[in-house]
């Protein structure tokens, strides 16, 4: 049960919210690739359809080295990208993909936080132009998310400038307690994975959200409490008022969660090749 309404002589407070398996049903990276696909950016459609499968299982339960392979391909895949070209895609196409397959419990949550005066942030290893977008469709306040480098073509280089994954969301989370004035210890976090335990015990108050097994296991012997989301619902459906304007992020960074979609199928179907070799 959450607590009730921030004192605000105290310092501020947040709830920081992991998206993909926490917030919304799916792998946000993931819903995008047929429109990514449709718009020309990705045209390994055997790599697509064969390995679709597997990687909704990878991205289930990838370790530290299996990411840090998909951080190495994504960083090849999304060279020459137009970022204008992918934030249109998102654009047309975030209300139809994702608004379907949000968890009616994260939404009633991020509700009760911000009723409560609690900031809300989404901090996402997908990248920006899929997170923030999606943050502002649940009324977050900022986004923390991977940043990649733009260049002067205003198309992505492959370079990896920020990777908003494992204990650098811990970090995220601290600089912005520091720059925004929230007291950790009076905090929320909230993730489905165990690469995300260093955000979870940076915070007073951690949850596990349908956690993988590995997180399950630490949860329990911590006494983290462990929460089961499973009603993805429109959130027009349940909450007509809910989509409200959200103040300006001030954590935006940049990045191209589709590749790193893109990234786990070429990495999975590359080891199937090297194995049956």
Excluded at 20 to 47: E, M
Excluded at 170 to 179: G, H, K, M, Q, V
Excluded at 266 to 271: C, E, K, L, P, T
Aim: aromatic letters at 8%; one cysteine or more.
């Amino acid at each position: 049960m959450l607590r009730g309404v921030e004192n605000h002589s105290l310092p501020r407070t947040a709830a920081f919210f992991d998206l993909d398996k926490t917030v919304i049903a799916k792998s946000s990276t993931l819903t995008f690739s047929k429109s990514f696909y449709q718009g020309g950016l990705i045209n390994r459609r055997a790599v697509l359809r064969t390995a679709y499968a597997q990687f909704v299982f990878l991205a289930g339960g990838a370790d530290h080295d299996q990411m840090e392979r998909m951080r190495s391909y994504l960083s090849a895949l999304c060279r020459g990208w137009n970022v204008q070209q992918v934030k249109e895609i998102v654009a047309e196409t975030l209300h139809d993909l994702i608004d379907p397959i949000i968890y009616d419990e994260a939404a009633s949550l991020i509700e009760e936080h911000h009723t409560a005066g609690r900031d809300v942030v989404i901090v996402s290893t997908s990248g920006a132009e899929v997170v923030e977008p999606i943050g502002e469709l649940l009324g977050a306040d900022r986004v923390v998310a991977t940043r990649m480098v733009v260049g002067d073509d205003g198309c992505f280089t492959g370079e990896v400038e920020y990777y908003a994954y494992g204990p650098t969301k811990a970090e995220a989370i601290r600089e912005l307690a520091a720059s925004e004035g929230y007291d950790l210890s009076r905090c929320y976090a909230y993730s489905d994975s165990a690469t995300d335990v260093p955000m979870l015990e940076t915070v007073g108050h951690p949850h596990a959200v349908n956690p993988d097994r590995a997180l399950r296991r630490e949860a329990l012997t911590r006494g983290w409490p462990i929460l089961d989301f499973h009603r993805p619902v429109r959130l027009k459906q349940r909450m007509p008022s809910f989509s409200v304007p959200p103040r300006p992020a001030l954590v935006a960074v940049a990045a191209i969660g589709a590749a790193a979609a893109t990234a786990g199928l070429v990495w999975y179907a590359n080891r199937r090749r090297t194995t049956a070799a």
